[in-house]
Structure formats: C-alpha cells, structure tokens
C-alpha cells in the first residue's frame, strides 16, 4: 500500500454542532511547563547489533559545549537526557573577530539515534517529509538568544554550523527546553509492583501518555500531532490509571460529537488548529471505539450528563457499522476501510467481525444504562446483533480444520483476527483459551506489526484468564522496546522486522506514540 486508498477528498458535509463543541472548548486544559537543560554531548557510532544500526556514546557533560567553538561545518550532539516535548532556547555568542557575516546554523531534533545519524534528504517515504524535525537558522546579529517557535519531540538535537564567515566562530550555551503538557505527575499513585521489569514498563508507558497529552490527547507529539479515535480510545484507558484526567477525555469525546458528517459518522481523527477541522477519513473500527471509549469513559467517572449528551452520537455509530452487515457478518472491501493494524497483508474482515462484536457488547451495556424507552429498544436490538455476529463468526469464519479464524475470500489465518474475535469473547471462555494458546503455538505467518495490535493480544489474553502468558508478550514486546532503547514506547515495533515502517522509512516513525502507552493500563487494571 503506497498511500490511504480512499482517504483522500472524500467529499463529506460536515455537521458542526456548537453546543457540543462549547463544552469540549470548556474543558480545554491547562499546559504546565518545566525548564530542562541539557544533560550531555554525545556521538551516534555504527553498530550492527543496534536498533537501526546505531548507538550513542556519551563523550563530555554538559559543560563540554560551552567549551568549544564552531566555525563552519563542525557539529555537536546534545542529549538532554530524556524524551522532551516542548520548545527549544539557547544562546549563542560570536568568538574571534567583529562577526561580518550572518551565521547559518542547522538544528536537527531527535527521538532517536537514526535521527541524528542518517540525513533526512535519505527519506523517500510517501508521508510528507515534513514532519522530520528541522530548521536552518540565519542569524544576523550576535550574540543572540534563539528562542524557537515550533513546538519540538525529541532527546538529541544536532548543531551544525553551516557558515560562520573566515574571522569569527560561534559558540552555545544555556540551551533549555521548556516542556508542556497537561498531564498532572503528582495525579499518578506508586505502582504495586515488586517485578522491577514491570515497574519500569510502567514507568515508560506513563512517560510516553504524559508527553502525548498536550491540549488534546496527541497521538504522536512528533507525528501526527492530532487527535486519532482509536489512539484516543486506549490513552483514555490508559490516563484512568494514572493521570486520572477523565475531563480530557470528556473534552476529546465531545469534540468528535460535535463534528459528525451528515450521516452522523465521527470521523477517524480532528485537526485542532487553527480551528476545529474533521478530517475526511472515516473507519470503521475507529468510528466504532467511539461507542467503546463512551463506555469506558461512563464506566471511570459515571458522568450522566455526558452519557445523556454523548448517547446520540454513540449509537448512531453502531447503526452505521450495522448498515454494512449482511446475515451477521461484516462485509469486506479492498479500500482502507478498518484500519486493524499496518501489516499490508492482513485481510481486515474477521477482525473487524471481532471489533464489532466487541463493541456492540459495551454498546448495550451503554445502552442499559441511558434506559427509557429507547434505551431498551437499542439494548433489545443490539443483544439479537450480537446473537448473530457471533453466530456468523462461528459459522462463517471458524475453520473446524485449522482450529482458526478466517479471513476474507482468501481465508486468511492472521493473529489479528484470532485476537479481536477472542477478545470480543465470541467463542466460551474455554474455547477462546484453547484458541488463543494455538495461535500462541502455531504463530501464524500474518503477524501483527504495532504496539496497538499488541495491546489487543495482551488484554485477549488476560481476560481469557492467560495471565502468564500475557505477562510474558508484555515484558518481551514492551521490555524488547526499552532493551532497544526506548526511552517512550513507540508507534512501530516488530521485532522480526525492526526497521519496519509503513511509510517507507523508519526515519519518519514516531517513538513517543500514544497507542504504545498501554502497559500502564494493563498492569494496573489486572494487577500485574
Ligand atoms: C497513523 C498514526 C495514528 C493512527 C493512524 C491509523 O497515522 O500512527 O496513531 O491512529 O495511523
């Protein structure tokens, strides 16, 4: 797949429903800052074994900029010491003679190693380059503080003076970077935990949500910067643990209720600024969480005002995931129509199956609790739509032989598929155990290629009672990440594949991404 097959210009009227989006505009948070220097200098070296074939290697403190001059084309590595969400200042100074010439200056930010070491001009990707962090710099008069105004993901930052002029050199010091967020860190209880892997899982999957929640719940601070329902959806589960910020979550559900397109569909992801803007993606399973994540939202806080407000928009969602089943069963496209994961051969259909019996069962239970008349009516409708999804699954899908799922007119075995119609419960508890071991057993070629897939077969296998087992995909998966060098879980990780990237270069992944933060949920919903 070289681009989102029907994602572009899909010709959609949007809906704008002002009071909704008032209260989601009353929520707005507060961003609170924090100054951090600079911790260090350091080099990125070749190594074969290393996550993208580099490693850094510390070589002077943070005292060691300020001790040295650059003329034209020396360089310098900063490490601040941590993933960083924020802005950037510094200062530079002119060393030498009278400075008659402006100084160009290169800064190039990282969340990674690679970053730092291979050039962005190498990226041919088909997401736009833009979204590698860089600028060029021409400062006329000096010394000067350089305050930045672009708001920056990054631990490395690369200085490259590209000119100076014959008489003079520059010299830096005092950077700082002045990180935001609206997460509250003193909101987090210590974890219970004496397993020290856990523990530090923990730690880093609280790290990556805490930069992700700017003024919305970002999917990514480097990429895309917006609000995805379906990363939405698992940061909520995730911050009821620990930042327990649930009018965050309010103020994101609000805003996708108040931007439907005239058949009520929510659409996949909002841009913020400059103003509130749906943009013209919709899938299915994303439309779907919105249900979902209302539950979850109801279940935290048993808000019923919002449940009253939000009920609309939640179940007409599931009504137009309903119009594209036929007997039961959901129908299959070719187009990029549920999203499932980025494996390029996966057949989306039986999970989405699974996706779908998975929400129509918070979806009743939403229902239940709204009450009324209508209420029950929905709960009654519903209750029959998931006698027959699961019916249909069973009977359509269930290859007997294989002990599998299929998927698609090719009849696809996938671990997606398995996991989404385990975790939506289709089968009885033992026969979903039983599946889920084979697949654990078997390992199916089509195999999953993101934390957000991942995310799924743990919480399959917890609420299948598998607890070691999902102890165990946990610390390999996650652990495998900060073994790696994680410092905030990342949007990307296969760890067959560990330059795999959809977009065509791991330079452009993402690797403080939102739906990578889920460990936290895990371990402290089920008490890990
Ligand atoms: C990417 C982002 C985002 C995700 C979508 C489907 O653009 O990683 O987090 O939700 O894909």
């Not at 040295?68 to 100074?93: E, Q």
């Not at 008659?100 to 041919?124: I, Q, R, W």
């Not at 102890?471 to 994680?486: F, H, N, P």
Request: with cysteine; net charge negative; hydrophobic share 40%.
């Amino acid at each position: 797949m070289s681009t989102y097959p029907n994602m572009q210009n899909q010709q959609t009227n949007i809906v704008r429903s002002e009071p909704l989006i008032a209260r989601a505009e009353a929520l707005k948070p507060r961003l609170s800052s924090r100054e951090v220097g600079m911790r260090g200098l350091i080099e990125v070296q070749a190594d074969p074994q290393a996550l993208h074939g580099w490693r850094t290697k510390r070589i002077a403190g943070a005292e060691g900029l300020n001790e040295r001059s650059f003329g034209k084309g020396d360089s310098a590595i900063v490490d601040f010491g941590d993933h960083r969400v924020g802005y950037l200042s510094l200062n530079v100074s002119p060393v030498g003679s009278p400075p008659d010439a402006p100084l160009k200056l290169k800064l190039t930010f990282g969340e990674m190693p690679v970053e730092m070491a291979e050039p962005f001009s190498s990226y041919d990707g088909w997401i736009s380059s833009s979204w590698l962090q860089e600028e060029t710099l021409f400062v006329d008069v000096l010394p000067a503080r350089l305050e930045l105004p672009r708001r920056y993901s990054f631990r490395y930052l690369k200085l490259e003076v590209l000119d100076t002029s014959q008489k003079y050199k520059v010299r830096f010091d005092s950077l700082r970077v002045r990180t935001v967020t609206s997460a509250d860190a003193s909101a987090v209880r210590p974890l219970e935990s004496d397993d020290p892997m856990l523990a530090e899982i923990d730690r880093v999957s609280i790290r990556t949500l805490e930069d992700c929640m700017q003024d919305v719940f970002e999917d990514g601070p480097k990429r895309d910067r917006r609000l995805w329902l379906g990363d939405l959806r698992l940061q909520a589960l995730a911050n009821y643990e620990t930042f327990r910020s649930s009018d965050l979550v309010k103020r994101c559900l609000y805003l996708f209720a108040g931007l439907p397109d005239e058949q009520g569909r929510v659409s996949a992801n909002l841009f913020i600024e400059p103003k509130l803007i749906a943009d013209d993606t919709y899938l299915y399973d994303y439309s779907l969480f919105f249900a979902a994540s209302l539950f979850d939202y109801w279940e935290a806080t048993g808000d019923r005002v919002a449940l009253l407000e939000l009920w609309p928009t939640a179940r007409r969602q599931v009504e137009s995931a309903l119009e594209h089943v036929t007997d039961g069963l959901v129908k299959d496209s070719d187009s990029w129509w549920s999203f499932i994961d980025w494996n390029p051969d996966l057949n989306k259909q039986a999970p989405t199956q699974g996706v779908l019996i998975y929400v129509l069962k918070r979806a009743l239970k939403l229902a239940e609790a709204v009450g009324g008349e209508e209420g029950a009516t929905c709960a009654e409708t519903w209750t029959e739509a998931v006698r027959q999804a699961e019916k249909a699954a069973v009977e359509q899908l269930w290859d007997a032989e294989q002990g599998f799922f299929v998927s698609g007119e090719a009849r696809q075995v996938s671990w997606a598929s398995q996991v989404w119609l385990a975790l939506a419960e289709t089968l009885p508890q033992e026969e979903n155990r039983a599946l889920l071991l084979r697949l654990l057993e078997k390992k199916p070629i089509v195999g999953m290629t993101t934390p957000y897939m991942v995310h799924h077969l743990v919480e399959a296998l917890l609420v299948a009672g598998l607890r070691e087992e999902a102890v165990r995909q946990l610390k390999t998966y996650w652990g495998g990440m900060i073994e790696d060098g994680a410092d905030t879980f990342w949007e990307l990780y296969d760890p067959q594949d560990k330059n795999f990237s959809p977009y065509g270069s791991h330079l452009i992944n993402s690797y403080c991404h939102a739906w990578s933060c889920t460990p936290t949920y895990l371990i402290r919903r089920y008490g890990l």
